[in-house]
């Protein structure tokens, strides 16, 4: 079988089997979670049993539900907020590096300031000018990105400038727009897919971890990173709570790279390059 | 072991009354169920040995402490001002006002004309001998243009002048028989007159300090000549800050300290089965833990709908399943079971779903959603208990909004201003100021805005009740008023947990604060 | 080239003073009041005007920035408001800790994760790069508090041979620091590792399409050779500047391993100071995460045009 032409590896459809299963149960969850996702059902951090198969949280409620929920809120807010930065963080660093120095310098500056700026008073002033809701923590989450991807995209699309092709594009006469989309773009995409995958994957924790300053997901609704945060504490005396939203943090981080690994590896194998072929 | 709570905010601290003797040692009785050892505290009380460094982990310090009492706010600093200073008064482990610095008193007849004897032959740790001209300074510092948080609790004082080298005048504005009591404040501590350098203090405690990082550590050493016999027994004392709870039990587990304050009660039932630990409860003296409506802001100018609120919350579950049991129930107001005053007819008030769905349907608001904010900057657990008050709502088909707002300005942003938000009170030092501050019509902090004539006044006749049994009936009064009609639901009472290495005596319940009243390093040794 | 670098550090100058402006205006707009946060809940308007007009905050804004940019020009940071000390003497030996700290685990984590990455890269698809890769996948699978607790169980708790404490003192000596520090490095390590590591697998593998690398590997090199000499310094764009971003978060961003492992740093004094709305104290420590960040962001672009042939001889 192929996908978009190519035919994955092994492992590839071994990614792309664990992001459909947490795909299909995010959009299914209440037909498949055994309880309700707020109702608390046990004992606070109860054993993994036949009626709890993973247990119970830290108010009683069962951890499997709650992972199923969890799903919907933990991967949608991470695929937008990556998806948002991105977009911002791509466009503004190959602009950077292809659109000249003053442009590179503007736009280099900004970032700097932004970067310079302490996460917690960023985010304290954001709430205080837009309040909190699900739309300011993604934007939030997304700029903020944005800054660091725009760090990546600006260095590896400076390298890729002083090329040839891209030189004869100029020569050409082409646009900024098309330069950036038809020679940049393409060329530049195996490290940033790789920060895709890393990125997203850092957005499940990143999303829980402004949760003190009320910008995150509002209870009762689950989220995976949430869910270690309201957790933790339960491992530092032996107890494996914590441990479920982690693993499924793991399974989506593995399998997002997994498919990362693959989509990199079409890209950079044109002749005798590659060790597997 | 025994143990007693302390709050954690910036709210001032309350102390028990001396009326509360009785009942404090019943309860603290109580306390002993968990940790029969208890009561070997007394058997300890044998000889005290001198020598060791005495390493204390404890929650409730910040990288902006000083020294100068004027801002202290929690647990470190108080510990700390009490290893180089003293109070005026001290207060024993059943909470009774004892002489300190002040060696005794006496009030004439109404308790408004009090003279206070000072004691002599204390010397400050500079040699200077300490006499009354000292002790009117240290209580000067925190009235008039002030930022002190103990200013409000001294505006009863009209008059305070030195009768002689040893004895103190006080007149107040109006009788008070709590007045001592009042003294006690932990923000109240002794300097040497005119005494200004803060970040150098000079005391007549048993120590002197030796090192101050803020937020990190402060390191004392024994001065040796100290005035209170078999006290400050450690050669060196060390009290590290150590914010999270979980590295605080880390670190007397594997022995990096040998005592820590604020146990998580999750691991209290683990930390007591290890045999070279030592843990000790104080029952339901903490903090009250509350959701507080504002009785004047719809929807909850509605009677009805308060009573469904306290009908549908479901104590029992919240304090299993987040204090681990380790919580009493609240009455719905902010007294205790501690307190003599604490009103025992009244019948602890239970979840009852049916009760609150009769009472919502009532109050006829159709299916409203209200909205409840929380925070962790209330305290940790609050978005947690917000949660199950939820859930427990469902049960009587209630919807209840849980809105999660920040940690950070949570007491400046939402309390006194949302309709409906979640609050913690620590104990005050009387009956009296606990109505008063709480629900009385002319404090600031009156949160649940419920204002009555008719309260007040009650509280006005029992300030000035002589009898007791009156007194008692007056203030039971008071508590069944707030229960059936105010704004608050005051659903938990926690206990206080502090656990100690084996080896530390002196590790003793006390009735007023946690850390034997703050005053382990002065009250302890190394067996 | 010299040129470019000293535009370059020139503008990172410049972009630390737009910062210090930022910085001064963003702790004044934080929203809360300075004298109640200090004062909590005990405040009285009174008390709260008295305070107020103590601390100077009754005068324009821009006149106590300007005041306050030139006396950190000089060094003087001010006094914290809030227990009137010094900012320099206080900040200072709690920036040396953070850097030390950010330095040990940078020590440990940089060259590993670059040499695994190369070593990955040279065995793409073989079970060394998947091995490598999952295992440091998993570690930021977690937040940074997870690590640490499991560290702290095992490590300090059930077999004592580290410190959970890592609280680090002056009269402490270089070997008793690294040791008293050791878990919170390790946990640092472990969550910086895995971007770093990927980034430069990726990065490497990503000149494998080249024409020069083919042309190398048409020379008769070997794999490895290939990769090392000629894919790796031109892939080194995109792995300085995630390093530099790593490294950055070593300073910046480690506040909870502060907290977790009672270590006294510069995020723990910022998060006290924004809590009390210590003002100078929040501006001190954000000018000097700002100089932090700016300095490590130079260095990344200086170094980039260094080691990219291309880019050091522009046309």
Redesign the interface.
């Known amino acids: 079988m192929k996908l978009f032409g190519y035919k994955p590896t092994a492992t590839a459809w071994l990614g792309l089997a664990i992001i459909t299963i947490f795909i299909v149960i995010a959009v299914f969850a209440d037909v498949i979670a055994p309880y309700s996702e707020s109702e608390s059902v046990g004992q606070t951090w109860d054993d993994p049993s036949w009626d709890f198969l993973l247990g119970t949280d830290n108010i009683g409620r069962d951890m499997l539900s709650r992972l199923i929920y969890g799903a919907r809120m933990t991967i949608g807010v991470a695929l937008v907020t990556t998806i948002l930065s991105f977009l911002i963080g791509t466009t503004a660093g190959f602009l950077a590096a292809v659109g000249g120095t003053v442009i590179d310098q503007i736009l280099s500056r900004i970032v700097d300031v932004m970067l310079s700026i302490p996460l917690l008073i960023f985010a304290l002033i954001i709430l205080s000018v837009f309040g909190s809701s699900i739309v300011t923590l993604v934007l939030t989450l997304a700029v903020l990105d944005s800054t660091r991807v725009f760090r990546l995209a600006r260095a590896v699309a400076t390298n890729l400038v002083v090329m040839e092709y891209v030189e004869a594009a100029k020569l050409r006469g082409e646009g900024l727009w098309w330069i950036m989309r038809r020679e940049i773009l393409p060329n530049a995409l195996p490290p940033m897919i790789s920060e895709f995958g890393l990125r997203f994957c850092f957005n499940f924790l990143f999303v829980a971890s402004l949760s003190f300053l009320g910008l995150g997901i509002q209870p009762p609704y689950a989220d995976w990173g949430g869910m270690v945060r309201d957790n933790g504490k339960a491992i530092s005396f032996g107890l494996p709570a914590p441990l479920w939203p982690a693993l499924a943090i793991a399974m989506m981080t593995v399998g997002v790279n997994l498919v990362v690994d693959w989509i990199l590896s079409i890209n950079s194998r044109p002749s005798g390059a590659s060790a597997e072929m | 072991m025994e143990e007693y709570n302390k709050l954690k905010h910036m709210f001032d601290k309350g102390s028990l009354s001396r009326r509360d003797f009785m009942s404090g040692v019943a309860m603290i009785g109580a306390g002993m169920a968990v940790a029969p050892s208890l009561l070997s505290g007394t058997a300890q009380a044998a000889t005290p040995k001198v020598g060791g460094t005495f390493r204390i982990g404890m929650e409730g310090g910040s990288a902006t402490d000083s020294l100068d009492p004027r801002t202290y706010a929690d647990s470190v600093m108080i510990a700390a001002s009490l290893c180089v200073m003293n109070g005026l008064v001290e207060f024993d482990p059943s909470g009774k006002p004892t002489g300190e610095l002040l060696e005794s008193w006496e009030a004439k007849p109404g308790a408004k004309e009090w003279v206070f004897n000072v004691r002599k032959g204390v010397k400050f740790s500079n040699g200077k001998t300490m006499t009354a001209d000292d002790i009117l300074y240290s209580i000067a510092i925190h009235r008039g243009e002030t930022k002190s948080p103990a200013k409000g609790i001294l505006k009863q004082i009209t008059e305070i002048k030195k009768v002689n080298e040893n004895q103190i005048a006080v007149t107040l504005e109006a009788g008070n028989a709590d007045f001592p009591v009042i003294l006690g404040d932990y923000h109240i501590v002794v300097v040497p007159d005119g005494f200004t350098d803060w970040q150098k203090p000079i005391g007549t405690g048993g120590y002197t300090l030796e090192s101050f990082e803020p937020g990190v550590r402060l390191v004392f050493k024994r001065r040796g000549d100290y005035w209170k016999a078999g006290r400050a027994n450690f050669d060196m004392v060390e009290i590290r800050n150590i914010q999270d709870p979980a590295a605080r039990t880390a670190a007397l587990q594997s022995g990096q300290v040998d005592a820590i304050n604020r146990l998580d009660p999750r691991t209290v039932n683990l930390l007591m089965k290890d045999k070279k630990l030592n843990v000790v409860r104080t029952k339901g003296t903490g903090n009250r833990f509350c959701f507080v409506s504002r009785v004047t802001e719809k929807p909850f100018d509605n009677k009805d709908l308060r009573l469904a609120l306290k009908y549908g919350i479901d104590r029992e579950k919240i304090i299993q399943q987040v204090y681990n049991g380790f919580a009493t129930p609240g009455n719905d107001h902010t007294l205790d079971a501690l307190n003599p005053f604490y009103n025992t007819a009244m019948p602890q008030r239970k979840y009852d779903p049916d009760k609150a769905a009769f009472h919502f349907k009532k109050a006829g608001l159709g299916d409203a959603k209200i909205e409840l904010q929380a925070s962790e900057g209330a305290w940790g657990s609050a978005v947690d208990c917000a949660t199950l008050f939820q859930e427990s709502l469902k049960k009587a088909k209630i919807n209840l909004d849980v809105k999660k707002v920040s940690a950070d300005g949570y007491w400046d942003n939402v309390w006194l201003k949302a309709p409906f938000c979640a609050v913690y009170w620590g104990r005050r030092l009387s009956a009296d100021q606990t109505f008063t501050q709480v629900y009385g019509s002319a404090s600031d902090w009156n949160d649940s805005n419920w204002r009555v004539p008719e309260f007040d006044k009650l509280i006005g006749e029992a300030r000035a009740e002589l009898d007791e049994k009156k007194r008692k009936e007056l203030y039971f009064h008071a508590q069944e008023m707030i229960a059936e009609d105010g704004g608050m639901i005051c659903f938990a009472i926690t206990d206080y947990l502090d656990g100690y290495a084996k080896n530390v005596m002196g590790a003793e319940a006390h009735a007023r604060y946690d850390m034997n009243d703050d005053r382990i390093a002065e009250k302890g040794w190394f067996a | 080239m010299l040129k470019t670098i000293a535009v370059r550090i020139v503008?990172?100058i410049?972009?630390?003073w737009?910062?210090s402006i930022?910085?001064f205006a963003?702790?004044e707009?934080?929203?809360?009041?300075v004298a109640?946060?200090?004062?909590?809940?005990?405040?009285?308007p009174e008390?709260l005007a008295?305070?107020r007009h103590e601390l100077g905050l009754d005068r324009p804004a821009y006149v106590r920035y300007l005041e306050w940019f030139f006396n950190a020009l000089h060094g003087d940071l001010g006094i914290?408001m809030?227990?009137?000390?010094v900012i320099v003497d206080?900040i200072t030996p709690r920036f040396m800790n953070t850097l030390f700290l950010a330095g040990y685990a940078a020590l440990i984590a940089v060259p590993t994760s670059v040499v695994l990455g190369i070593i990955a890269a040279?065995?793409?698809?073989?079970f060394i790069d998947?091995f490598v890769?999952?295992v440091s996948?998993?570690t930021?699978?977690?937040?940074e508090?997870?690590i640490a607790?499991?560290l702290?169980?095992y490590f300090?708790?059930q077999f004592?041979i580290f410190?959970?404490?890592s609280?680090v003192?002056p009269e402490m000596g270089f070997i008793e620091k690294i040791y008293t520090t050791a878990l919170p490095a390790f946990t640092l390590t472990m969550l910086v590792m895995?971007?770093m590591l990927?980034?430069t697998?990726?990065?490497v593998?990503?000149i494998?399409?080249q024409p020069y690398?083919?042309m190398a590997?048409l020379k008769g090199l070997t794999?490895s050779q290939v990769i090392v000499r000629h894919a790796l310094p031109?892939a080194a764009?995109?792995i300085?500047?995630?390093i530099?971003?790593n490294l950055?978060y070593l300073i910046?961003?480690v506040?909870v391993i502060e907290?977790?492992?009672?270590y006294?740093g510069v995020g723990?004094?910022?998060?006290?100071?924004?809590?009390?709305r210590?003002l100078p104290?929040?501006q001190a420590?954000?000018l000097i995460?700002?100089g932090a960040?700016?300095g490590l962001?130079t260095i990344a672009d200086v170094l980039?045009i260094m080691v990219?042939p291309?880019?050091r001889h522009?046309?």
Do not use: W
């Open positions: 503008l990172g410049i972009t630390l737009a910062v930022l910085i963003a702790t707009i934080l929203p809360g009041d109640s946060a200090i004062l909590g809940q005990g405040a009285t008390t008295v305070f914290a809030t227990n009137k000390r206080v040279i065995n793409e698809g073989k998947r890769n999952i996948l998993m930021i699978s977690v937040p508090f997870f607790y499991v702290i169980l300090a708790v004592e410190p959970s404490l609280t003192f895995a971007h990927r980034m697998r990726t990065s593998l990503s494998m399409s690398i083919e590997f794999r031109n764009a995109p300085i500047s995630v530099a971003l950055a910046v961003g506040v907290v977790v492992f009672v006294p723990q004094f910022m998060v006290d100071g924004v809590t009390k210590d104290v929040v420590c954000g995460f700002a960040f700016v962001n980039a990219n291309r880019l522009p046309r």
